[in-house]
Each structure stands twice: as C-alpha cells, then as structure tokens.
C-alpha cells in the first residue's frame, strides 16, 4: 500500500496511481495532467494521504477514492505545488 494517492478526474475520482514519497506522487501527478472540457483546460490531479482514501467497490471493479470529508494533501495552482498539511 502507498502511502500517498493521485486521484483525479472532472466527473468522476479516478486513481492515477500511488507513491511512497510526496516527491514522487508529484511527479507522477504532472504526468497524468487531464484536459477537461467546457473550457476549464488542464488539470494537475490531487495527492491525497492513504489513510484519507477508501476502497469503493462498484460495477467499474473496485477503486481507491478519497473519503466524503478528505482533503488533498497537495494540489497544483497551475503556477505551483501548494501543501494543505505539514507531512
């Protein structure tokens, strides 16, 4: 299990994989940037804690997605990495 997720998506959680260090889940979130439509442009995905995440279990098979009350842990401005928590 990592201990840091990058989930993302405009209609839907999607899990775009895992990392053991903030650094790394970084990288691999500027990886999986998403254009979305309705002129909103690119979207860098959220790093969210582990332990903020659960496993839903649904007809698309089961994902990892942050609970109702989860916050990110780091998203991306457009310009910059901004950090909701100290870790």
Avoid at 31 to 36: F, I, S
Avoid at 44 to 72: M, V, W
Wanted: hydrophobic residues 30%.
């Amino acid at each position: 299990m990592s201990k840091y997720y990058v989930i993302g998506g405009q209609y839907e959680f999607f899990n775009h994989g895992g990392s053991d260090t903030i650094l790394g889940a970084k990288r691999l979130a500027k990886k999986n940037m998403e254009y979305w439509d309705n002129h909103q442009g690119w979207h860098i995905p959220k790093i969210f804690r582990s332990e903020d995440c659960c496993l839903l279990k649904n007809f698309y098979g089961e994902q990892i997605i942050p609970t109702h009350s989860a916050e990110p842990i780091a998203y991306h401005d457009g310009k910059k990495w901004i950090m909701n928590k100290e870790d």
